[in-house]
């Protein structure tokens, strides 16, 4: 079990750029969410993959934001046309889900995003 | 609406002096998990336990214990005898019961430093 895996750790982009996170949960794990975290704040929700189906996003995700879960593996967040407002901790977490009798998630080391 | 809040937001304590930061929350739920997460100056945040809300037993791991009470909709975590490496921000987070997603709804987090 190699837990949650996110890339890249760090990325500086400028203004107008796309970027793409990239994030692999452990193994078997069926359920996926992202969330974004800004200094000082708990996490807040993005979106949610149960397999390969996204079943649940945000309203905090505007249509710049696309995310992706094929195969119902690894998945992408990807951004389009970032805005200083979007800097911030990206945080990927997956879950073996109720039933296997497990309601907690695991969090990988998160991507920082930072629009210049 | 689902709401989690942490009313402390920085707490300072000297190293073996225990402390308890403060977790209320609210739903509409009947059936709902609570969680606590560690966030150390890493970043990753870390999964330290979670509490169904069927079951008001408390739980201590080591230094570590939890007081769940429903009639307060309260969920305190107290750290005995505290260490340098227990500083770090901790999170309480709530997800809902049968049919939700289990998306989790966070409280700002509560920042411990402990001194030596």
């Known amino acids: 079990d190699t837990g949650v895996s996110q890339n890249p750790r760090h990325k500086i982009t400028k203004r107008g750029q796309n970027v793409t996170f990239r994030c692999d949960p452990i193994s078997e794990h069926n359920r996926l969410y992202w969330y974004r975290q800004t200094l000082g704040q708990g996490p807040e929700f993005l979106t949610y993959f149960q397999n390969e189906a996204q079943l649940e996003k945000s309203r905090l995700l505007s249509d710049r934001f696309s995310a992706e879960r094929p195969k119902g593996s690894f998945s992408t967040l990807e951004i389009q046309r970032t805005e200083q407002g979007d800097s911030a901790m990206y945080l990927c977490a997956s879950s073996p889900g109720p039933s296997a009798g497990h309601y907690e998630q695991y969090f990988g080391p998160g991507t920082r995003l930072t629009v210049t | 609406a689902q709401k989690v809040t942490q009313a402390q937001t920085e707490i300072s304590v000297v190293e073996k002096e225990d402390v308890t930061l403060d977790c209320v929350y609210k739903?509409?739920?009947?059936?709902?998990?609570l969680f606590w997460y560690k966030q150390p100056p890493s970043g990753e945040l870390v999964f330290l336990i979670r509490?169904?809300?069927?079951d008001e037993q408390n739980e201590i791991s080591g230094r570590y214990s939890w007081n769940f009470q429903k009639s307060t909709s309260s969920f305190n975590f107290t750290i005995t005898a505290s260490q340098v490496v227990d500083s770090a921000v901790y999170f309480c987070a709530l997800s809902g019961g049968a049919g939700n997603n289990r998306k989790l709804i966070w409280g700002l987090g509560t920042s411990l430093a402990v001194n030596p």
């Open positions: 509490r169904n809300s069927f």
């Open positions: 739903t509409r739920d009947t059936t709902y998990y």
